[in-house]
């Protein structure tokens, strides 16, 4: 999977860079679109993310590349909120989403690092309901993320786990150019998963998710005392948002995989003091969701995404860049073993 895949992209002109970690994982780097395509646990081709069936042969993932609809490649990808502002062009019109093109697939330039993988893009975009224009500039460098349970029992009880990880620091930052705007925006990190996979979410308290937009089945969403729980594999698109204050900066996402589980976990920094700006698209004064997860089964493609909002910098936070550091934890084995690490991780109720 892994070599096809890169082969694929190579003969159509879009350059991988492969980043082997110390522990023996890969970390599929996709330039165009700054996107961390891949993650693959040592001697394995199995890639633990979504990517576009497109990209299976050249001919396909041709007439993708060459088509006008968005090339979303998959795996993990930085967006900005809030989403009204950068993604509806004719806010409060809701019938256009356009990703804008100088933000995704952006122009990601590779630089020099002195460990891992480093990309930057310089774009310049406009916030619909203000119709202002600014200038930004987003950073993003990948290195290692050892396995956070190396030093527990529970893997010498459990052999046979794979691993793989890494870490992403993203930074945002206002152009001079644009110093004295009035915007606010952040980054949004955005993991696509899987389709048909159990999402998992500790809270600090019983926390009730937003619905923020479709109709979620019944059933497919419980809520706990401590952890909230969404089957993801309903028809159409449904996306639910938790506030910062209770969630406790984790997120993790379970599916099966043949005869064995997977399980990937995002770790993040959580500030319920800094300003969360995404909003619902109709509450466009409902702030402060610093987590939240979108079901995808419709002509988009059929994919699980585990997001992740960061605190807005701009006008009224004395911020005009900001850095978020956060990790992929991605483990696989038997379903037994994928508990046992859910229960160290996410909660003892997972």
């Known amino acids: 999977m ?51 069936a497109a990209l299976a042969s050249v001919e396909s993932a041709r007439a993708f590349y060459e088509s006008d609809a968005w090339h ?9 909120s809030p989403e009204v502002d950068f993604f509806f062009p004719n806010y409060p019109d809701l019938s256009t989403y356009h990703q804008p093109r100088e933000l995704d697939p952006g122009n990601y330039r590779v630089t ?11 774009a310049t975009l406009t916030l619909s309901r ?19 349970l190396r030093y527990e029992k529970l893997l010498g009880e459990s052999g046979g786990i794979e691993y793989a990880g890494y870490t992403l620091q993203v930074s945002l930052e206002i152009m001079e150019a644009s ?24 809270t600090y308290v019983r926390a009730e998710p937003k619905a923020c937009f479709g109709i979620i089945p019944s059933g497919d969403l419980s809520v706990d005392d401590g952890l909230i729980r969404y089957r993801m594999g309903a028809s159409g698109e449904q996306k639910i948002g938790v506030r910062a204050g209770a969630t ?14 997977a399980l990937i976990i995002r770790n993040f920094s959580v500030n319920p003091s800094g300003e969360y700006i995404d909003v619902p698209w109709k509450e466009t004064e409902d702030y402060g969701y610093a987590i939240q997860a979108c ?20 006008k009224g936070t004395g911020l005009l860049c900001c850095q978020e550091t956060s990790q992929v934890w991605a483990f696989r084995g038997s379903r037994e073993q994928m508990q046992r690490v ?6 003892p109720h997972a």
Request: charged share 20%.
């Open 2 to 52: 892994r070599k096809n895949l890169i082969g694929v992209l190579s003969k159509l002109g879009k350059h991988t860079e492969s980043y082997q970690s110390p522990d023996g994982g890969t970390v599929l780097v996709l330039p165009y679109g700054g996107r961390i395509l891949g993650l693959f646990a040592p001697a394995s081709d199995e890639n633990f993310f979504w990517t576009n």
């Open 112 to 122: 020099e690092a002195s460990a891992g993988v480093r990309m930057v893009n310089r």
């Open 179 to 202: 110093a004295r705007s009035s915007a606010r925006v952040g980054i949004w990190n955005l993991l696509q998963l899987p389709h048909g996979g159990e999402l998992l979410i500790p």
């Open 72 to 80: 979303n490649s998959g795996g993990d990808r930085t967006w900005l």
């Open 342 to 347: 859910a229960r160290s991780l996410l909660s």
């Open 295 to 314: 079901n995808v089964h419709s002509a988009l493609g059929s994919f699980s995404e585990l997001e992740y909002h960061v605190p807005a910098i701009g």
């Open 130 to 148: 203000s119709q202002e224009r600014i200038e930004l500039e987003i950073v993003k460098s990948v290195t290692p993320a050892a396995n956070p």
């Open 248 to 261: 406790t900066g984790r997120g993790g996402y379970w599916y099966e995989s043949g005869n064995r589980s």
